[in-house]
C-alpha cells in the first residue's frame, strides 16, 4: 500500500468517529409513519451514545422512495439545526453520507451530525419494485429499460451477474454461499427478520425470480429506520461507548458510463474497482488489514462482485471466496455478521454500518450473556442458540470495512478502526 | 407528443426530449439510427442517445443508420415479472446485443450494446421454446414492435441469415422448462 501524508490534513484519516448507532425492530408492517420510525432510530441512537439534543447540531439523510425530511424529525426530538440535507439515493448513501458529515464538521458547519434512514421497505413503497411503482407510465429514458420489463433492481443487474457466470464459470452454488453463511449469522442475531439457516439446496431449489437470481438469492424487504452519529475525535470520547473511528469513506464512485455502464465493459467488473484506489489510499490500510467486511448484499451476487473488485481475492475468483468459508465468522474474514440485507432487513446498508460499530466496540448484541454492568460476556461459539452457540462476536478486531451498493457501476466505502 | 398503449403500460416521448423523439422516430420508420459525435476527431456511435458524446463532450451530433445485427452479450430471463404489463409474458428475455458495429472501440471493452426483449421473427414475445435457443454469443437482428405514431420499440429476435454458435451459453439451471 501506497501510503499519503496526512498532515496535510486532505485525508482527515482517523480523526473523526462514529459515537452512536441506533434503529427500529426490522419487521414487515410496522404500523408507523417514516417519521415516528425515524425519531425511534434517531432517539435510540442518542441513548447509545448518551448524547443529548442539544449537543447533535446536524443532520443528513436520502431517500430514493419513502422517508421522511430532517427537519420533521429535528424538530420532534429537540434538535436545533445549524446544517441539514436530505438527498436523493438508495444503497451506498449511507458511506457517502458520512464522508459528508464529516465534511461540514471540517467546515465548520456544524459539530455532531445523525444520518439517518427511515423507511416502510414492505409496507409502504416496496424496495423490490413490485406494486405501484410498477405500475406507472413510461416515458422518455425509461423506455430503454423499463419498457422492456428491465425495471427491479434483479432485472437492471442480471446481465452483470450472468455475464460474471460466463467470464468465469462461476457458478449458482457458490454464490448462494454468501445466502447460506448471512443466514448462520442471522440465526446468531436477535434482530434478524430470517433467522432460519438455508443450505445451498434451500436456495438453488427456491422460486426463480430473473435468473440468475432465485427468491433466495434476494434480500428482504423490511420496514425500519437506523440512525449513526459521526463527531470529530475530540468529543467522541465524551460519551457512553467507545468511538469507532473513520478511518477512510468513499462516496459513491461511479465507472464509466453511468447512463448505461453496460456500455462500457467488462460488465463484470463492477465499481469496486475504482473504488479500491480512493478508499485504501484513504484509510491507509489495504484489504489484507480488513479483519471483517460488511459486502452490501442486495444479492448474493452483490457481496461476491464486491468482495472480487476490491481485492479481496483475484479477479473471477469470487465464487471461491464466497464458497471457501472465509465469510463465515469463525473464518479469517467474516462478511455481514448481522446477517445483512439477505437476513436481518433491508436498510440500503446502514445496518451493515450499526453491525460493525457494534463489533469493533465487543459489544455485539447476540444471544450471549450480559453482566451486571451490561456489558455482553461473549463465548465465541457461533453455533445456534439452540445448539448451546448464538455468539457472532468477531475476536480482536480492529479494522472494518464496509462494501457500500447502489449498482453495478455505482459504490461507496467506510473504513473503520477500534476506538 | 408520441403516446400509445404497449402491453397494457402508457408509453411516451415528451416533445422537448429531442433526442428520445428521434431515436423512436427512426424506430417507427424500422430504420435504426444512433447519433454520430459531429466532431471530425472524434466521430463515435453512442447509444442510449444522449445530449453530448460520452467520449469527447461534443455537443453537435448526426444520426446516422446503423446496421442493427449483433450478438448476445448477456441476459437476464424472468421468470416473476415485477411490472403487471409483464406477468403475461414471463418467462421473458431482456437482451443485451452487442452490435457488431463499434465493437471493441474506442477500447477494447467498449461497445454498443442495445436492450431489447427476445421476440420471434414477427415481433412476438418469445415462447419457453424460442427462449431456450438465446444465449451468449446467438447472432441477433432487429425487430421493431409498433407502438404508436412516432413510436416504435426496437426488440431482438434469431438472425436467420447468420451463423449461429452450436450452443450458446446459457444459464446452467432450468426452470420450467426453460
Known sequence: ?419 | MPQGEYLGMTLTVLDLDQENLAYFQHCADHDFHLQQCADPDCGLIRYPPGTACPWCSQREFNWVPVDARGEVHSYGEVHHAIQPAFRERAPYMILLVELDTQSGVPTEHEALRVAGNLVDADGNFATPDLVKQVGIGSRMRMVFADVAEGLALPHWTLDEDAEQPDAPWRYPQEVNGV
Open chain 1, 1 to 419: 500500500m501506497t501510503d499519503i501524508d496526512t498532515t496535510a490534513g486532505k485525508y482527515l484519516r482517523d480523526k473523526y468517529a462514529i459515537i452512536g448507532v441506533g434503529e427500529t425492530t426490522y419487521t414487515r408492517g410496522s404500523g408507523m409513519t417514516t417519521r415516528s420510525l425515524g425519531t425511534w432510530a434517531i432517539k435510540n441512537a442518542m441513548d447509545d451514545a448518551g448524547i443529548p439534543a442539544s449537543e447533535i447540531d446536524g443532520m443528513m439523510s436520502y431517500a430514493g422512495n419513502d422517508s421522511t425530511a430532517s427537519p420533521m424529525l429535528a424538530g420532534d426530538l429537540g434538535i436545533r439545526l445549524n446544517f441539514y440535507m436530505d438527498v436523493q439515493g438508495g444503497g451506498s448513501s449511507s458511506e457517502a453520507l458520512i464522508g459528508l458529515a464529516i465534511g461540514a464538521i471540517e467546515a465548520g458547519m456544524c459539530e455532531t451530525v445523525v444520518v439517518f434512514r427511515s423507511m416502510n421497505g414492505y409496507s409502504q413503497v416496496r424496495i423490490g419494485g413490485t406494486g405501484a411503482r410498477a405500475s406507472v407510465p413510461v416515458g422518455g429514458d425509461a423506455l430503454h429499460a423499463a419498457a422492456y420489463g428491465w425495471f427491479s433492481a434483479g432485472q437492471n443487474f442480471s446481465p452483470t451477474f450472468m455475464r460474471h457466470m460466463y467470464d468465469y464459470g462461476t457458478t449458482p452454488e457458490q454464490v448462494a454461499m454468501v445466502k447460506v453463511i448471512h443466514s448462520e449469522h442471522a440465526s446468531n442475531n436477535p434482530k434478524a427478520y430470517y433467522k432460519q439457516r438455508v443450505t445451498v439446496e434451500d436456495v438453488v431449489n427456491s422460486r426463480m425470480i430473473c435468473k440468475p437470481l432465485h427468491l433466495l438469492d434476494c434480500c428482504v424487504e423490511t420496514d425500519n429506520a437506523t440512525a449513526l452519529i459521526v463527531t470529530s475525535v475530540d468529543k467522541a470520547y465524551d460519551y457512553r461507548n467507545t468511538p469507532a473511528r473513520i478511518l477512510g469513506v468513499a462516496g459513491r464512485v461511479c465507472k464509466p458510463r453511468i447512463d448505461m455502464h453496460f456500455q462500457h465493459g467488462p460488465i463484470s467488473t463492477v465499481a469496486g474497482h475504482y473504488i479500491k484506489d480512493i478508499i485504501y489510499r484513504n484509510a491507509g490500510v489495504g484489504p489484507e488489514d480488513i479483519q471483517c467486511t460488511g459486502a452490501y448484499d442486495a444479492f448474493t451476487f452483490t457481496s461476491m462482485l464486491q468482495l472480487e473488485d476490491y481485492g479481496f481475492c483475484k479477479k473471477g475468483e469470487g465464487g471461491d471466496y464466497v464458497s471457501s468459508g472465509i465469510m463465515r465468522l469463525g473464518g479469517e474474514r467474516p462478511n455481514n455478521t448481522s446477517g445483512g440485507h439477505l437476513c436481518e432487513g433491508y436498510t440500503h446498508g446502514m445496518n451493515m454500518i450499526i453491525e460493525n460499530v457494534r463489533q469493533l466496540r465487543g459489544e455485539v448484541d447476540c444471544y450471549c450473556p450480559q453482566d451486571d454492568n451490561g456489558k455482553r460476556i461473549h463465548s465465541y461459539n457461533y453455533a445456534p442458540p439452540e445448539e448451546g452457540g448464538g455468539c457472532r462476536q468477531v475476536p480482536n478486531l480492529e479494522i472494518t470495512q464496509n462494501l457500500g451498493w447502489a449498482m453495478p457501476g455505482t459504490g461507496s466505502s467506510l473504513i473503520m478502526r477500534k476506538g
